[in-house]
């Protein structure tokens, strides 16, 4: 279903209990559904928001258009999490219904202030000539999950940027509050404005100046700007739309890029000595990347599976993306890794020596080692005749592959259907999560992430070994009772 901007934008209280029926059952009928991921119960999921640690639990909302698979009116949903493998929604919503935020409740970042959370976000405003007032608002959520919104405006338009101007990231460094904000100048470039909280008051900001990580100001806008700390280096990440290739070659039609720095100096909001852009992803799904600094100190994040003006073969089942696993961040070697949490190991309810099979439910994961001198073409989500998602394992010629355009329902092909990545020639493992349309390939313990979605038909179940050899695990999965 094609949806009108009247229909984008119409209020949620207007849309009938037997049209969400309708689309209710539509979605749960999806031969796709997952197993272990966040997704919708109807209608579009994209960026994760406020992902934090509140009263004693995980707290992870996402942005929500309800009505279908189309980008409307979003919202925010609640979920929570005591192991950051299960969450459970709650049915705390953040709701696009005030004068600040009327046109959507659009992304941003939580962090607690007493005993309160507080979530920065953007609202996204239009008036009657459909011009867009984007405001940074806030609201505060109590330990009962009621909502109170805060009525005013938290970090206006400057005038310096066009209204592209969203997405608040609230964090603390050595102490202080600060926040960034992804923009667009006047030139129509992507930039990251930089705010610090006035005597640590999350409503009193200042602008420092706009964010020094050596922009090369080829992209049309940053979204989701998100800055965390590991060992001590300041590590961002974010989505520089439009980005020139000619500075990192990329597929998707949006990337979602980092860069680790030696330090950060907030008086002159420096990242001091970046690295050159790297991609965070190499798969074809991977876009709004959220992370912060927990209290323990580690750096999570988590991904939004989808990427924004990609159709999907769900949107006929009326809802569309998901939420990837949660990934801990590390530095090792100079080089970011990123590894689902110890706790997804719980999940596992058997182990089996790695070995081809017939048939699986699609939903397990396998660790498998390749020689340095060996290679391995395996097959995921494979039918009778091997035809799958293609997995190339090459130490021997440096380069690890995947080709998704035998598997299932075709899509994005204005894409490509392929994505590598380099690795050095050593043993190489892949730790490979597969959830009926999901998959999550981690190669070297998160030293290489593939990320991405296929939409298998109903034979392809199998894993087949088309040439070399490798050991390892398989291990069948299980989340248990889910709801969404
Ligand atoms: C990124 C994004 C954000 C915005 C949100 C709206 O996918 O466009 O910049 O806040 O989605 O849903």
């Not at 909001?269 to 992370?291: I, K, R």
């Amino acid at each position: 279903m094609a949806f009108t901007t009247e229909e984008r934008y119409r209020p949620y209280a207007d849309w009938s209990a037997d049209y969400i029926d309708t689309i209710r059952n539509n979605t749960q009928s999806s031969p796709w559904r997952t197993n272990f991921h966040i997704e919708t119960p109807h209608g579009l999921l994209n960026d994760p928001n406020g992902f934090s640690y509140f009263n004693g639990k995980w707290t992870l909302f996402y942005q929500y258009f309800p009505f279908g698979a189309a980008h409307g009116l979003k919202s925010w949903v609640h979920t929570e999490s005591t192991d950051l493998v299960h969450f459970e929604p709650t049915g705390t919503m953040l709701y696009p219904d005030t004068p600040l935020d009327s046109h959507g409740a659009y992304s941003g970042s939580a962090m607690q202030f007493d005993d309160k959370l507080f979530l920065f976000y953007t609202g996204n405003v239009r008036d009657e000539n459909w011009v867009r007032h984007p405001y940074q608002i806030g609201a505060l959520m109590d330990t009962d999950g009621q909502i109170q919104k805060i009525d005013q405006v938290l970090i206006e338009q400057p005038t310096d940027t066009t209204d592209h101007f969203r997405d608040p990231q609230i964090f603390n460094f050595k102490g202080n509050y600060y926040t960034i904000v992804g923009g667009q100048n006047l030139d129509e470039k992507g930039i990251i404005k930089f705010y610090k909280a006035v005597d640590n008051d999350y409503l009193n900001w200042e602008y420092v100046a706009d964010l020094n990580f050596d922009n090369d100001l080829t992209a049309y806008m940053m979204e989701c700007p998100n800055l965390v700390f590991i060992d001590e280096k300041p590590v961002l990440l974010y989505c520089p739309q439009g980005l020139d290739k000619a500075v990192l070659d990329y597929d998707n039609i949006y990337p979602n890029m980092y860069k680790i720095a030696q330090s950060f100096d907030p008086e002159t909001a420096t990242m001091v000595n970046p690295s050159p852009l790297e991609q965070l992803d190499y798969g074809f799904e991977c876009y709004a990347t959220q992370a912060f600094n927990a209290p323990d100190g580690r750096a999570l994040a988590v991904s939004w599976l989808a990427l924004p003006d990609v159709e999907y073969p769900t949107d006929r089942y009326d809802y569309q993306g998901c939420l990837s696993l949660v990934k801990e961040l590390t530095i090792k070697d100079g080089k970011l890794y990123q590894y689902p949490v110890e706790a997804i190991t719980s999940l596992r309810t058997d182990s089996q020596a790695f070995a081809a099979k017939a048939e699986t439910n699609n939903v397990y994961e396998l660790e498998v080692t390749v020689e340095a001198d060996s290679s391995l073409d395996l097959v995921l989500f494979a039918d009778a005749n091997g035809h799958g998602l293609k997995l190339t394992i090459d130490p021997a010629n440096e380069r690890v592959s995947l080709d998704r355009k035998d598997c299932g329902e075709a899509f994005a092909l204005d894409f490509g259907t392929e994505r590598h990545c380099e690795i050095d020639n050593q043993p190489t493992t892949a730790n490979i999560f597969i959830d009926k349309s999901v998959f999550e390939i981690f190669i070297n313990k998160g030293e290489k992430v593939f990320s991405g979605r296929v939409f298998p038909r109903k034979d392809q179940t199998g894993i087949a070994v088309l040439a070399g050899k490798a050991t390892g695990h398989y291990y069948p999965l299980d989340y248990g009772r889910k709801t969404n």
